[in-house]
């Protein structure tokens, strides 16, 4: 079975996840009264955010790809 995958979403869909989860990840420790600059921005947090957001751009790119190839 060949892989069709659109770089151009899989781009697009990383670029727009990794803010999205760092906005959300400071709204928690808002919330949570945990609030601190340091460890939100910290490299192990930051990487996480990167390795979450990789994965969601794939699987975004995925989807696009899969409903262009099957239009009803």
Known sequence: MKI???????????????????ILDGIYDYAMNEWNTTTLFSTENLIFKAIAAVIGGYFYARIIQFYKQNKP
Do not use: N, R, T, V
């Not at 069709?4 to 989860?21: T, W």
């Open 4 to 22: 069709h995958f659109s770089l151009k979403h899989f781009i697009i869909g990383s670029f727009l996840l990794f803010p999205a989860l760092l």
